[in-house]
């Protein structure tokens, strides 16, 4: 694969670390599902790396310069990974060896570990029904993704809360129960927007006991 690529995908992985972001939080505001910047670590090559138009937007959510992506004395031309495997027993990740031009070979690791079966993620219960305000409001009547709906809660928000917070979120609203948004891939990216059928937007799944107030959390299972 062309150095650059691999250089990317290197840095990428340390600012995510830095920045206490995960892969999955990276992979829904660039709009793809979970796994898609992960499946760039497990299988690294020229058709798994960051396209144009997500290295434009990589500076703005991990809070970098492109140099930052692309240090000075990056090298050109391709590298190649030697004695590549998948990781497993309770890991999903990927190895290789890169030789340097003295012939001293450097060892690489990247893993995460599986998520325990049968564990859920807490619903931010404060930004749901926020979410909730604005389908009513009309702003899921256009189409949006994740990274637009993440940028406006930070800049007229006050509520705490992490990029996989949202995405869970969404996800409750979309789901067979709740049905307040649609979801579709739309030229490549995730989108979400109101369906024009939808139920009562005073949903036990939503509110629980019917308040939209504090920013108390609760469990909805995967």
């Given at each position: 694969?062309?150095?650059?690529?691999?250089?990317?995908?290197?840095?990428?992985?340390?600012?995510?670390?830095?920045?206490?972001?995960?892969?999955?939080?990276?992979?829904?505001?660039?709009?793809?599902?979970?796994?898609?910047?992960?499946?760039?670590?497990?299988?690294?090559?020229?058709?798994?790396?960051?396209?144009?138009d997500q290295l434009d937007l990589?500076?703005?959510?991990?809070?970098?310069?492109?140099?930052?992506?692309?240090?000075?004395?990056?090298?050109?031309?391709?590298?190649?990974?030697?004695?590549?495997?998948?990781?497993?027993?309770?890991?999903?990740?990927?190895?290789?060896?890169?030789?340097?031009?003295?012939?001293?070979?450097?060892?690489?690791?990247?893993?995460?570990?599986?998520?325990?079966?049968?564990?859920?993620?807490?619903?931010?219960?404060?930004?749901?029904?926020?979410?909730?305000?604005?389908?009513?409001?009309?702003?899921?009547?256009?189409?949006?993704?994740?990274?637009?709906?993440?940028?406006?809660?930070?800049?007229?928000?006050?509520?705490?809360?992490?990029?996989?917070?949202?995405?869970?979120?969404?996800?409750?609203?979309?789901?067979?129960?709740?049905?307040?948004?649609?979801?579709?891939?739309?030229?490549?990216?995730?989108?979400?927007?109101?369906?024009?059928?939808?139920?009562?937007?005073?949903?036990?799944?939503?509110?629980?006991?019917?308040?939209?107030?504090?920013?108390?959390?609760?469990?909805?299972?995967?």
């Open positions: 694969m062309a150095m650059m690529d691999y250089v990317i995908i290197c840095r990428v992985i340390a600012l995510l670390n830095e920045r206490g972001m995960t892969d999955d939080e990276l992979s829904f505001l660039l709009g793809k599902p979970n796994n898609y910047v992960f499946g760039f670590i497990v299988k690294p090559g020229d058709k798994n790396r960051f396209t144009e990589l500076p703005f959510i991990l809070k970098c310069t492109h140099r930052d992506l692309i240090p000075n004395g990056t090298s050109p031309g391709s590298i190649q990974l030697h004695h590549t495997k998948q990781i497993k027993d309770g890991y999903k990740g990927f190895s290789h060896i890169t030789y340097a031009t003295t012939g001293e070979g450097t060892c690489t690791i990247w893993k995460k570990q599986n998520a325990p079966k049968g564990s859920t993620r807490k619903t931010n219960r404060a930004l749901l029904a926020l979410l909730t305000a604005w389908i009513g409001d009309g702003y899921f009547d256009l189409q949006r993704d994740g990274l637009e709906i993440f940028n406006r809660l930070n800049a007229e928000t006050e509520i705490a809360f992490r990029a996989s917070e949202l995405e869970k979120c969404l996800k409750v609203l979309y789901s067979s129960e709740v049905m307040l948004l649609e979801k579709e891939r739309v030229d490549g990216i995730l989108k979400y927007w109101r369906r024009e059928i939808s139920p009562k937007l005073d949903s036990p799944l939503i509110f629980g006991s019917g308040k939209a107030q504090g920013n108390g959390t609760n469990s909805i299972s995967e």
